[in-house]
């Protein structure tokens, strides 16, 4: 696939919070100018109310709502569909830039098990990522939420979705020096919660995925437990912890990384659809 | 006043909290009794902080003074700092004594003439401890007063606690200060770190409750599991087993409180070893790894793994090491030989 890596560009090295999200009703793309229009509206009354955004009066928010057709996985999948929201100030209104202070965008990627037997009126781009204030995201949210009758929930990764992507994300072949795998641990009901950090050499752990992954291209989940069961019995045979009892929160790789609160980070541009595709079948799943 | 130390001077008192900024000036003893009665407590900060810059203008102070209220401040809030062990050593085993006078001036002495712009205070503390606090300057510029090295030196001991500023550079000039200052003719790191500075102290000084190898005859009744329930239809599974845990738990950490540690860290370069039943990995070299603990109170954290299940009992020496090897960075390579399974740690 040929995406434009500028046009994807955004999205790398930002930690995007996730949500999972309904077909939207009526969303209709040529009407995307309108929509901006209208959620600055918005945007504009739920300040005069006092409630969301914590600018000052001066400052104005303009909102951009844009289509990405790069950011799908096939033909069946909808086109992303970005939201912008900028400051500008208008004292100095000539001189100054706009300043992006939130973006969020659904998208959907390889999302066939949802799109299949929907009726026409529903788009579905069930991936919501945020980058911003989360009374941004809270005042974008209700407004879609209006809208177009759906419903936003946080996406949480399970230690299992995150042992999968910890598996996966190792094994992938990267050309330039790569940031260890790491993955993060967190007793919290002892005395005193203990957190414990395991960071793996790059090229070690890919050695050990290389041995565990039996067919290339394919990955089982009993491939992703021998896996995780060999990192499990090293740590144990040194400190004598049973760190299957644990719970995973955070696995980071030179890939991507991800923290089961539902929040990513994505750094390689090459792994972009692989990721969001992974992320598109974990909303879907919190959906049906 | 130089206008240099009266905005330090205000910095440092917007440090502390209001509460305390009346013991703190007492402390400190610079203004006097007077003085501080005509201070009003119960206004903002900035203007409270204007306040005592105001009557510090009257007693014309200087740095000097400054520092030494900066030190009483990163005594009382000392774990704010991170704190790393030094040890010195004497080439022969005599008893030297401390002179005070003699360290403070060998100690200016060497670092006045490498670096001609630094400002050294020192203050003492009942309990035998020497806090000093060096600004650094450069030979063109005036000490940075906001990036202060701090150094706790018990006289009767060959440690050093050193909370080194960020300017790491000057660290050699410090240690070379210190152990000329003391009569010592070496100095060396140790590979412990933390923000409890009593703790430290409390493991090279070996001032914690440490395992004794006491034999007991039967299983101890006190500080033990549940007690027995009423109902004798309850019945504890695995009781002998909770009990065995506890043991082991008491033998390795002693029965009193753990010195306070926030982590633990391992540079593992041991080879990985698994069933060759399940044809994974069987390489040569190490599987190398970096395992970091944290926790508000590690050993203490540590030693409730077993109890809670999470663990085996006894614990890795590994973890159970650090207080009496007075370390929390290990790199841990495989041991050659015989026992393979032991893991050495230089």
């Known amino acids: 696939e040929n995406v434009d890596p500028q046009k994807t560009a955004f999205v790398l090295r930002k930690a995007w919070t996730l949500y999972s999200v309904t077909p939207l009703y009526r969303f209709h793309r040529g009407r995307l100018r309108d929509y901006a229009r209208l959620l600055s509206a918005f945007i504009a009354a739920e300040k005069q109310k006092g409630l969301a955004v914590e600018v000052g009066v001066e400052l104005d928010i303009k909102v951009a709502v844009s289509s990405l057709a790069d950011l799908r996985g096939s033909e069946q999948d909808q086109a992303a569909v970005l939201v912008q929201l900028s400051l500008r100030s208008r004292a100095s209104s000539r001189n100054s830039e706009d300043k992006l202070v939130w973006s969020g965008w659904f998208c959907s990627v390889y999302g066939d098990d949802l799109s299949e037997n929907m009726p026409e009126d529903f788009t579905c781009l069930p991936l919501f990522l945020t980058h911003g204030a989360e009374s941004y995201t809270s005042v974008v949210g209700s407004w879609f939420q209006k809208t177009f009758d759906c419903c936003f929930r946080r996406l949480a990764i399970s230690p299992l979705n995150l042992s999968w992507m910890v598996a996966m994300w190792a094994g992938c072949k990267l050309d330039r020096a790569a940031s260890a795998v790491e993955l993060v641990f967190s007793i919290p009901h002892l005395s005193q919660p203990l957190d414990i950090s395991y960071a793996i050499h790059p090229e070690d752990a890919k050695a050990l995925w290389d041995t565990v992954q039996k067919t290339p291209g394919e990955i089982t989940q009993e491939e992703v437990d021998v896996f995780m069961d060999c990192l499990y019995a090293h740590f144990h045979r040194h400190f004598k912890i049973h760190l299957s009892a644990a719970k995973l929160v955070k696995v980071s790789t030179a890939v991507a990384s991800a923290h089961c609160d539902g929040i990513v980070k994505i750094l390689h541009s090459q792994y972009l659809p692989g990721v969001l595709m992974l992320l598109t079948e974990l909303a879907i799943s919190q959906i049906q | ?346």
């Open chain 2, 1 to 346: 006043m130089d206008e240099t130390v009266a905005e330090y001077i205000r910095r440092t008192v917007l440090k502390i909290p209001r509460d305390e900024i009346k013991t703190m000036l007492q402390k400190w003893g610079f203004l006097s009794e007077a003085q501080l009665q005509t201070l009003n407590f119960h206004q903002i900060k900035d203007n409270i902080s204007q306040e005592v810059v105001q009557l510090c203008e009257e007693n014309s102070a200087d740095i000097k003074q400054a520092a030494v209220l900066d030190i009483i401040y990163n005594h009382i809030y000392q774990n704010k700092r991170m704190w790393s062990v030094y040890q010195m050593k004497k080439t022969g085993e005599e008893w030297e004594y401390f002179d005070i006078t003699d360290f403070k001036k060998k100690f200016k002495g060497r670092l006045r003439s490498a670096l001609k712009n630094v400002t050294i205070t020192f203050k003492e503390y009942e309990d035998n401890a020497i806090w000093i606090r060096v600004a650094w300057g450069t030979p063109y510029k005036k000490p940075n007063q906001y990036k202060p090295s701090y150094v706790v030196y018990h006289s009767q001991t060959p440690y050093v606690f050193i909370s080194a500023s960020v300017l790491k550079s000057n660290l050699p000039l410090l240690c070379q200060a210190l152990i000329v200052a003391s009569n010592y003719h070496d100095i060396r790191e140790m590979e412990l770190r933390s923000h409890s500075l009593n703790s430290l102290k409390d493991i090279v000084f070996k001032r914690y409750s440490q395992n004794f190898q006491t034999y007991y005859p039967k299983p101890l009744q006190g500080g033990n599991v549940e007690p027995e329930s009423a109902d004798i239809r309850i019945v504890r599974e695995n009781r002998s087993e909770k009990e065995r845990i506890h043991r082991l738990n008491r033998e390795v950490f002693g029965s009193g409180p753990q010195p306070k540690l926030e982590f633990a860290q391992y540079k593992l370069e041991t080879m990985f070893k698994s069933d060759p039943k399940m044809g994974v990995l069987d390489k040569k070299e190490p599987f190398r790894c970096l395992v970091k603990f944290s926790s508000p109170h590690l050993l203490e954290s540590l030693k409730s793994l077993a109890p809670a299940g999470m663990a085996d009992a006894p614990l890795s020496p590994l973890l159970t090491c650090i207080p009496h090897k007075a370390r929390n960075y290990f790199k841990i390579r495989e041991k050659k030989g015989l026992f393979p399974e032991n893991f050495v740690s230089p």
